[in-house]
T-cell receptor, first 115, second 112 residues
Framework: KAGVTQTPRYLIKTRGQQVTLSCSPI?????VSWYQQTPGQGLQFLFEYFSETQRNKGNFPGRFSGRQFSNSRSEMNVSTLELGDSALYLCASSLASTVNTGELFFGEGSRLTVL | QQQVKQSPQSLIVQKGGIPIINCAYENTAFDYFPWYQQFPGKGPALLIAIRPDVSEKKEGRFTISFNKSAKQFSLHIMDSQPGDSATYFC???????????FGEGTQLTVNP
């Protein structure tokens, strides 16, 4: 069974640009969450989607957005990139309709560097 | 605002030792407490989880101890091995919630 797949794995952007990251959840999983991981702030929740609907959103500016498609694949977008957006962006999928009844499976992440 | 505080930040033990990682939380609405293990270049992987209705849960060499009144929980790794060297994160989830709140992480090194 394939795990959570994130693309691209690595990317370099410059300030002001925008970026789109993709996540393919485990087959059958309908919940997809995104987290930002940095050395200083640790793992911070961005948002969670279930059946194409955003169910929860973390405390990030509006430059961070996401969506989920009918096949449960998800994308997140960051516009007007800032140096502080450099981070590992992790996607996680879950089978359950509520996360606390199931396990979160994380992908290996997309490492974004903003110059 | 950090709602789950984790300590220590780093920990070095010898093979066979029993590292202990502690976490404390404030939000009494949390009712699911997982621990994740992360190796360099990989995403976090669920190790073990506990709910507040039990005081201890054991899976293999990994044990969670939970103190609901003190709002604290801890991870013990019995007979630690060099392969256990990784970063460990505690986390917490609210009732019917969908967002995990993570601790700051503990970098564990097990020397051979």
């Amino acid at each position: 069974k394939a795990g959570v797949t994130q693309t691209p794995r690595y990317l370099i952007k410059t300030r002001g640009q925008q970026v789109t990251l993709s996540c393919s959840p485990i087959s059958g999983h309908r919940s997809v969450s995104w987290y930002q991981q940095t050395p200083g702030q640790g793992l911070q929740f961005l948002f969670e989607y279930f059946s194409e609907t955003q169910r929860n959103k973390g405390n990030f500016p509006g430059r961070f957005s996401g969506r989920q498609f009918s096949n449960s694949r998800s994308e997140m977008n960051v516009s007007t990139l800032e140096l502080g957006d450099s981070a590992l962006y992790l996607c996680a999928s879950s089978l359950a309709s509520t996360v606390n009844t199931g396990e979160l499976f994380f992908g290996e992440g997309s490492r974004l560097t903003v110059l | 605002q950090q709602q789950v505080k984790q300590s220590p930040q780093s920990l070095i033990v010898q093979k066979g030792g029993i590292p202990i990682i502690n976490c404390a939380y404030e939000n009494t609405a949390f009712d699911y407490f997982p621990w994740y293990q992360q190796f360099p270049g990989k995403g976090p992987a669920l190790l073990i989880a506990i709910r507040p209705d039990v005081s201890e849960k054991k899976e293999g060499r990994f044990t969670i101890s939970f103190n609901k009144s003190a709002k604290q929980f801890s991870l013990h790794i019995m007979d630690s091995q060099p392969g256990d060297s990784a970063t460990y994160f505690c986390a917490a989830l609210e009732t019917s919630g969908s967002r995990l709140t993570f601790g700051e992480g503990t970098q564990l090194t097990v020397n051979p």
